[in-house]
């Protein structure tokens, strides 16, 4: 079931170097006969842009419109390649893309909108300290995904996210 306010657990696919029939398959596999209704695509991992948009609209072709679809770059393109990303995927309601830039305060001039972007690393690396007020964030940010083990346990995690919470983001 999905009530109101869940977070939906994401299965993860990596397509990087794999054929179109093994991405569908997989992709099929995980919705079917695994039940998930959400999943994490790896990117950034090919060697454009392109390539990487291209395996996402062959997992969006295999699953349908039902199924969500989460973008994990981890900081692996530059302010170009995102935004070239951003505008060949902006059609397969993805909810968001993950950390797409290498530099994470490039984000500040982000101007590519049609995918909200989340936070991860930049979080648990510290580059943006949700729990200092004064940490400016960028406006293109409207996610935040925390990993209890990456940023200190459970209690900071719960912190963080109700500090999250108060400045509007997702979690």
């Known amino acids: 079931t999905n009530p109101t306010g ?13 054929s179109e029939q093994m991405i569908t398959a997989e992709a099929q596999e995980i ?6 209704g ?16 291209a395996y996402l609209r062959v997992i969006r072709k295999a699953i349908g419109r039902d199924i969500t679809l989460r973008v994990d770059a981890n900081q692996s393109w530059t302010s ?13 309601d993805v909810e968001y893309l993950e950390e797409p830039l290498a ?6 001039h ?14 648990d690396q510290g580059v943006f300290d949700l729990l200092d007020e004064r940490t400016l964030l960028p406006a293109a940010v ?9 940023v200190g346990g459970l209690s900071k995690t719960l912190a963080l996210a109700q500090r999250a919470s108060s400045r509007g983001l997702c979690t």
């Open 80 to 92: 170009a390649q995102a935004a070239t990303y951003v505008e060949l995927v902006g059609d397969m």
């Open 6 to 18: 869940a977070t939906l657990v994401s299965a993860l696919i990596n397509p990087h170097g794999k």
């Open 38 to 53: 959400c999943i994490k695509v790896k990117a950034g991992r090919a060697e454009d842009a392109e390539t990487d948009a």
């Open 142 to 150: 409207q996610v935040v995904v925390l990993k209890p083990s990456l």
């Open 103 to 108: 530099n994470p305060s490039d984000l500040f």
């Open 31 to 36: 919705v079917t006969t695994q039940g998930y």
């Open 110 to 123: 982000w101007d590519a909108p049609g995918v909200p972007i989340a936070l991860d690393e930049s979080i």
